[in-house]
């Protein structure tokens, strides 16, 4: 409530001025006049500070000027440190991606590769491995259609012995499976940013971060910014870079030090003021400022064109910019986040504005980097209107997932964990309405175009506050007129399943194998007492329901200890649950084995035809437990 009556003061405010439009360069594209962007921001700031942010740190620049920049909050809460934004290093997460293709725009621009140049010989004998025989280009690389799944093993360590050369992590033994034809589907992928900083590297002999250093950082002066894996020996750096944080129930914990192996993807460690002169860079459009990135003004105007867009009315991707209509202008943005950090950085190229906010917890999705660039830069606030020609919401209708996901290894689980799952339902309106349980989204939307749905909501979401833009809807179908993907036009696009592969039916599985496991247990080992008790003969169907169950307690046990893993740290390397497969086996070889005594006895016990049920139905919810199991590469690795 507290932020949603901020959110109207700042537009009566703005409502207020009548002559904002005599002097753009003296307000943000929201109209917000330049003197008071230090009110309006402090307001927004204190409203997320140390309840929802420890820290943050905020730079704005406009018509090539720093208008302003300020810290908030706490850098380091056990020292009482505060936040400076010339000063405090944090880190950068994905908006280091920002710098790979500025990189590559570079060698564009020499005439060292093109935008069409094929990829695959840079895998370095990876390229067997693909699963379609089309060409991969820096073109799909950067609009995150190559094809691959997410791989995040070693991806964040904690020990810099873990550490890799880029060309090591990038080996064939770890490259992801490529899922989708190259150019068909978008699905964020680290590994297509980390390939493009290796050809960064084979083109011009120098590392990559030495490359960005000379070429970008150095020329922009931004003397506290870096992509040295090893930050941490830099003099003085970790005196002031800012400690990172996750909040548990009421309480700020501090994360450990952390060291990034997919450096081109998200291992810029930097400061607000540091991105500021890289925003200044990429809006010096007229080369007239201090700040240049290329030898020609049209490499920069074609790094801010659109180069992918799965609808020509929706929002896409610009040469590794993220694409956002906020109210009447176009922003270029990305975000970032780390395990402990997270950031946004937004540029409004044709108003020559920009801003760039970082915070120092993990995963910020209480809305205040959203909220300022709604606020700074505006929103619309048309309501669309339904087209009469087509009505396609019940052809929509299903369950979809992200494009973006993990097919081998552990960490295809993620899924399951919660329903993060998109479900498409008809509404009365005449629309749909996309409901998502994990995050509590429920969003309508009306038709405005033939499978295109742009939504009616006003208030953002935290969909929206994680870095997706959820303005419109589009629906790809086949020849046939089935939907074969939903797509945002940004971040991922999402794909149909089955009720089969609904974590609910996990979540039956498991939940089922438990319950017939634990009464299984328990009323085996009572009648086993009773019949020793009484010298009676146990019988062998008796004995296989007491193993059987026995099995399914260990397997679920084992099943509980791979999750609390792999929550406390998703990256770590597969090798580390090598335990867990080699128990998995064990316990179902048990599995197979206990038939044989279950059927003997079956045969010989007449009658008792409620055990037999039961037998029945905990054998074929254990035989159901091993294919999920097996489905979620807990069998293999």
């Excluded at 302003?68 to 936040?83: D, H, I, T």
């Excluded at 993990?362 to 009469?388: F, H, N, Y």
């Excluded at 019949?531 to 193993?547: D, E, N, P, W, Y």
């Excluded at 128990?583 to 009658?607: D, E, S, T």
């Amino acid at each position: 409530m507290k932020k949603l009556l901020l959110l109207v003061i700042v537009s009566v405010m703005v409502s207020l001025y009548p002559s904002i439009g005599y002097a753009e360069s003296l307000s943000t594209p929201s109209g917000i006049p330049t003197a008071d962007i230090e009110e309006t921001v402090d307001a927004i700031m204190e409203a997320y500070i140390e309840e929802d942010v420890p820290g943050a740190s905020v730079s704005i620049v406009q018509n090539g000027e720093i208008v302003f920049q300020k810290g908030y909050g706490l850098a380091n809460r056990e020292k009482e440190q505060l936040v400076h934004p010339e000063t405090t290093y944090m880190e950068a997460g994905s908006v280091s991606k920002l710098f790979t293709w500025t990189a590559i725009m570079q060698l564009v621009e020499e005439g060292q590769l093109t935008l069409d140049t094929d990829v695959r010989p840079y895998l370095k004998g990876g390229e067997s491995a693909l699963t379609y025989d089309e060409p991969i280009t820096v073109a799909h690389l950067m609009t995150h259609t190559a094809g691959f799944e997410e791989r995040v093993e070693d991806l964040t360590v904690y020990d810099p012995d873990h550490l890799f050369e880029l060309e090591d992590y990038l080996a064939p033994d770890r490259q992801p499976k490529q899922l989708y034809p190259p150019g068909d589907v978008v699905a964020y992928s680290n590994f297509s940013t980390n390939l493009a900083g290796y050809m960064v590297e084979e083109l011009t002999g120098m590392a990559f971060a030495d490359y960005v250093e000379q070429l970008i950082l150095t020329p922009l002066e931004m003397e506290h910014s870096t992509l040295d894996v090893r930050y941490d020996r830099i003099p003085g750096l970790m005196d002031e870079k800012a400690v990172g944080y996750t909040k548990k129930g009421t309480e700020w914990v501090a994360k450990p030090t952390a060291y990034i192996n997919d450096n081109p993807a998200g291992g810029l460690t930097t400061t607000t003021n540091d991105l500021a002169h890289f925003m200044l860079a990429h809006l010096n459009t007229e080369q007239s400022g201090s700040y240049v990135l290329f030898n020609d003004p049209q490499t920069l105007d074609t790094m801010h064109q659109t180069l992918y867009t799965p609808h020509p009315e929706m929002a896409g991707n610009a040469h590794g910019f993220w694409e956002r209509q906020a109210g009447d202008y176009r922003v270029l943005e990305h975000g970032g986040n780390t395990d402990a950090f997270s950031a946004l950085l937004s540029i409004v190229p044709d108003e020559q504005f920009g801003i760039a906010v970082m915070t120092n917890m993990d995963g910020e999705m209480a809305g205040a980097r959203r909220e300022l660039t709604d606020v700074l830069i505006g929103k619309s606030t048309e309501t669309p209107e339904a087209t009469d020609d087509v009505n396609h919401s019940e052809a929509v209708e299903g369950r979809y997932r992200s494009a973006r996901s993990v097919e081998t290894g552990p960490m295809k689980i993620m899924p399951f964990l919660s329903d993060g799952d998109s479900v498409i339902s008809a509404n009365q309106e005449g629309g749909i309405t996309l409901s998502i349980a994990a995050l509590g989204v429920e969003l309508d939307y009306v038709e405005t175009a033939p499978y295109l749905f742009e939504k009616v909501t006003e208030e953002s979401s935290l969909l929206d506050n994680a870095g997706m833009n959820t303005d419109h809807l589009f629906f790809k179908t086949n020849d046939a007129g089935e939907v074969e993907q939903l797509s945002y036009g940004v971040i991922a696009d999402e794909l149909p399943i089955s009720w089969l592969a609904s974590p609910y039916v996990a979540y039956g599985i498991v939940g089922g194998a438990a319950l017939f496991s634990l009464v299984g247990l328990v009323w085996g080992m009572v009648g086993f007492i009773r019949k020793r008790r009484h010298q009676t003969l146990i019988t062998s169907l008796h004995r296989g329901v007491i193993a059987w169950s026995f099995v399914g307690v260990l397997t679920l046990g084992l099943f509980g200890a791979i999750v609390v893993q792999l929550a406390s740290n998703p990256f770590q390397p597969w090798s580390n649950f090598t335990f867990y497969v080699i128990g998995f086996w064990l316990l179902f070889f048990a599995f197979l084995a206990v038939l044989y005594p279950i059927v003997k006895g079956w045969r010989k016990q007449k009658g008792f035809y409620l055990i037999k049920a039961f037998v029945v139905l905990l054998g074929c919810l254990l035989a159901s437990l091993f294919s999920l199991l097996f489905f979620l590469n807990f069998l293999y690795l």
